[in-house]
């Protein structure tokens, strides 16, 4: 599950700004997360979690990119593409201490900054802020599923393929259509369908 390495000033520093986006961070609570975050390189291919392994860490994309998915009688639905800038754990598996039901595979060689459960329940109790930080990424990271769950009730598979493209505009170059459509909750003919129409321009008939 990865080779872990010291993360580079640069990583950190990538880091940092993802957490700034959050609140405000002092000199203090910025040090600290610095010093509580593991490098991590994986290989395309390889996975940071498993289904049925405890989540015992969130994860900072450095570079790269991750695939959140899982799978009911055999069909994969995805939950999330994310990339360089990215936070994401399987919130509900960090915080109760249970398995997971989800897999975080990386489409993409990557390097990912890690925190685990331990470290991050020592920072709430010794930094000033870091309960703070961490009850509003744990909201972000909350509103990812619940966003997901929402989109698929009251949009269609043709605004979920806009909004993708429109907050992630390399992510058709980067991804197969296939993985594309389980996010879309449709099946890849039906994508092709979709990106037939949206090539259509106006005057013209297909």
């Known amino acids: 599950m990865g080779r872990r390495y010291p993360p580079s000033e640069a990583d950190l520093e990538a880091l940092v700004h993802a957490y700034r986006r959050f609140m405000p961070l002092t000199p ?22 498993t289904t049925g392994s405890r989540c015992d860490e969130i994860y900072f994309v450095a570079s790269g990119l991750l695939h959140m998915y899982f799978e009911i009688d055999g069909k994969m639905s995805t939950l999330k593409f994310v990339s360089a800038g990215g936070l994401i754990t399987d919130y509900g598996s960090f915080l109760r201490r249970t398995s997971s039901e989800v897999d975080l595979l990386a489409l993409e060689q990557s390097t990912v900054l890690t925190m685990n459960y331990d470290t991050l329940h020592q920072l709430y109790e010794s930094v000033p802020g870091a309960d703070r930080l961490g009850r509003k990424v744990a909201e972000s990271l909350f ?57 259509v321009k106006p005057g013209r008939t297909s």
Request: hydrophobic share 40%.
């Open 28 to 49: 203090e609570l910025e040090e600290a997360l610095r010093r509580s975050h593991v490098g991590m390189f994986v290989d395309k291919g390889e996975r940071c979690l």
């Open 143 to 199: 509103m990812v599923v619940s966003y997901r769950n929402e989109s698929l009730i009251s949009s269609t598979a043709e605004q979920r393929y806009i909004e993708l493209l429109a907050d992630q505009p390399d992510i058709i170059n980067r991804v197969p259509l296939y993985l594309i459509a389980t996010y879309l909750g449709v099946t890849p003919e039906a994508l092709s369908r979709i990106r037939r129409r949206l090539t």
